[in-house]
């Protein structure tokens, strides 16, 4: 047997506010971690760490980007034992829509139909916790009690097969008290990196 790590997160980001504002839900992100020190999470999020877009399948670290800035936010921390089969389906599944991330995109609507409990299912498009579902559910990890598209991270909080290890601030997390913080980034840089980024992309695809 082997232990799949269900990282729960309530980041204080816009996105974050809106999905607490419709659901009231204690945490609003989800990730996935393959090892107990929690060295790299999976999930579909911000792609640089700090800004809203570009978003999609991407790797996050408990000690960059938001997880960096904000180290009050509420979070949890639950243990899923998966056999090892099941556990090596998951972790190929989510390297490969990381290595082959501009294949997907952020399910920004899915998300919102999400807190009124609407399905929305495109193609390559996911957000957190419907990444992290269809994830386990592939995998044969977890059996879901609703459609990938309907679970939010708090339903996570809620499951039997889970077990917590872990509830309180993120600054009192163990495995984020045990690494060394990385340096904060400049966030209008990125910003001015990604609108750079899409003029020059336009203008590629006009000529």
């Known amino acids: 047997m082997k232990t799949l790590y269900i990282f729960l997160t309530r980041s204080g980001t816009l996105v974050s506010n809106l999905v607490y504002a419709l659901t009231g839900a204690e945490y609003t992100h989800i990730s996935l971690a393959f090892d107990e020190d929690l060295n790299t999470l ?15 399948p991407s790797r996050e670290y408990l000690n960059k980007g938001v997880f960096r800035l904000r180290e009050n936010i509420p979070c949890a921390l639950y243990a899923l034992e998966v056999s090892d089969e099941a556990y090596a389906r998951a972790k190929r599944r989510a390297e490969h829509m990381m290595t082959h991330g501009e294949l997907y995109r952020f399910n920004s609507l899915g998300l919102l139909l999400c807190a009124f409990h609407i399905r929305w299912n495109r193609r390559r498009h996911y957000f957190c916790s419907q990444f992290v579902s269809e994830v386990l559910q592939k995998s044969g990890s977890l059996d879901l009690p609703k459609h990938s598209t309907l679970m939010r991270p708090n339903d ?20 984020r008290q045990s690494m060394e913080m990385g340096e904060v980034e400049s966030v209008i840089g990125l910003y001015l990196e990604v609108f750079f980024g899409a003029v020059k992309s336009g203008a590629q695809k006009m000529f």
């Open 42 to 56: 999976y999930s579909s999020t911000r792609k640089n760490g700090y800004t809203m877009f570009p978003a999609g």
């Open 156 to 175: 996570y909080a809620a499951l039997p097969q889970l077990r917590c290890l872990y509830q309180g601030r993120l600054a009192g997390l163990p495995q």
